[in-house]
């Protein structure tokens, strides 16, 4: 799939570098310098890919991200920076980006992470059979053709990544999935993220799709596993009317491991 990348990095050489194992790979890139420069021309010209260095001049990566997702522009968003902290990546997945990598990397690395992210989110070819039904599970519709999620009709706007994860979980509705399994739903590979990038997603997403988001009936923890995404049981409201108690962490018991795939 040939696609058109912006490369957001005030680093020339960096920037020139990954603009040429770009081209090798058939698709088209534009370089720009600073955060003001990507937002304008993402305005005017929306990429398939945004490859966004996190520390650049007038606007940082995280602004850039933060008010291009407000604005509801939901494109494939691959940021680079030299903090390698947790924190400042679970910021960026928080924010709607799909992957993070920490400086230096691998070209060949960062191309491989491209191909990933181009091939989950690509668009379905017209010549294609298309099967014309949505993954559904109670109210909640999840349309993989049209890239599309519902809740009782009304649209749901998810990031590309939560978008994959809800997919994966409405295609077998009920089944527990651990958080290596999520994870590999998101990247394929889990070097450079933690188990802590999943509960980002799924407490976004609950935010979007459940009508009480700390009292979770569609996507909900199975302790010491994983999480699960079902239809919303009469019995997830008590006899007395009142609403189940809000959810706890997944929190390991003492001596015991998670299940891990």
Do not use: W
Not at 133 to 146: I, M, Q, S, Y
Not at 239 to 251: S, W
Not at 254 to 260: L, Y
Request: glycine share 8%; proline share 7%.
């Amino acid at each position: 799939m040939c696609a058109h990348v912006t490369i957001a990095e005030d680093d020339e050489k960096q920037a020139e570098l990954v603009r040429r194992y770009l081209e090798r790979e058939g698709h088209t890139a534009t370089v720009v310098r600073d955060g003001r420069a990507a937002i304008d021309l993402v305005r005017r010209q929306p990429p398939d890919l945004l490859i966004l260095d996190v520390m650049m001049p007038k606007c940082d990566g995280l602004d850039v991200l933060r008010i291009l997702r407000a604005e509801g522009f939901d494109l494939l968003v691959l940021m680079l920076t030299a903090r390698s902290t947790e924190d400042d990546l679970l910021l960026g997945l928080d924010l709607g980006a799909d992957d993070y990598m920490t400086k230096p990397y691998s070209p060949r690395e960062l191309m491989a992470r491209v191909r990933t992210l181009l091939r989950r989110n690509r668009v379905p070819d017209p010549a294609e059979p298309k099967t014309g039904t949505a993954l559904t599970v109670g109210a909640l519709a999840v349309d993989p053709e049209r890239h599309e999620v519902t809740v009782d009709g009304a649209y749901v706007e998810c990031t590309p990544g939560e978008f994959r994860i809800l997919a994966a979980m409405a295609a077998e509705p009920g089944r527990v999935f651990t958080r290596q399994q999520l994870l590999a739903e998101l990247h394929g590979f889990t070097r450079y993220i933690g188990d802590r990038t999943v509960d980002v997603h799924i407490m976004n997403l609950r935010k979007k799709i459940e009508p009480e988001p700390r009292r979770p009936q569609r996507l909900v923890t199975v302790f010491g596993v994983g999480y699960k995404l079902s239809a919303p049981k009469p019995s997830a409201v008590s006899r007395g009317g009142g609403a189940a108690a809000p959810e706890r962490p997944i929190r390991p018991v003492s001596g015991v491991r998670d299940a891990r795939s």
